[in-house]
């Protein structure tokens, strides 16, 4: 069997019911510049990045908001570049009036020095911004399971 290589991630498309809305979320919230979008009725889309990559895509197609009892993506997981910009993510996020899944800064397991802020983008996607170290001392919310897994 040949081998295909390594595989990193391109971009992530998520299915959005409310491009203006999610555009408002993901550019002026979470810091994602618009590189191209495109408006055109039943057409909508905008493919997000940063420092001209492209990261994220949203597509207006959805019906309904996201459903955890369905397969399909189960959370998006950004990786930021300290603890200190995970927390003024989180000042951001709650200024906003953002549904969170844990209050503040939780490690990814008990006793890990990995973990960040866990939350839902405007359809309920479950979204997360870690860190590889900095939540050491935190508590976890669940002992039995890792943080990201069931929220």
């Not at 490690?107 to 973990?115: C, R």
């Not at 911004?129 to 050491?136: N, Q, R």
Request: glycine fraction near 14%.
């Amino acid at each position: 069997m040949p081998s295909i290589g390594t595989l990193t991630t391109a971009h992530i498309g998520l299915n959005v019911t409310d491009l203006e809305r999610s555009l408002g979320f993901y550019a002026d919230v979470l810091g994602f510049q618009v590189l191209r979008e495109g408006k055109e009725e039943g057409r909508r889309h905008a493919l997000l990045g940063q420092e001209g990559r492209l990261v994220l895509t949203l597509w207006q197609q959805a019906e309904g908001g996201y459903d955890s009892g369905r397969a399909g993506l189960h959370h998006l997981a950004f990786q930021a570049e300290s603890i200190d910009h995970v927390r003024a993510a989180e000042a951001a996020l709650k200024a906003r009036g953002t549904d969170f899944a844990y209050e503040g800064v939780v490690p990814h397991a008990e006793g890990a020095a990995s973990g960040g802020i866990f939350f839902h983008d405007p359809d309920g996607n479950r979204l997360e911004i870690s860190v590889p170290s900095g939540a050491e001392g935190a508590e976890a919310p669940v002992e039995s399971a890792p943080t990201c897994g069931f929220f």
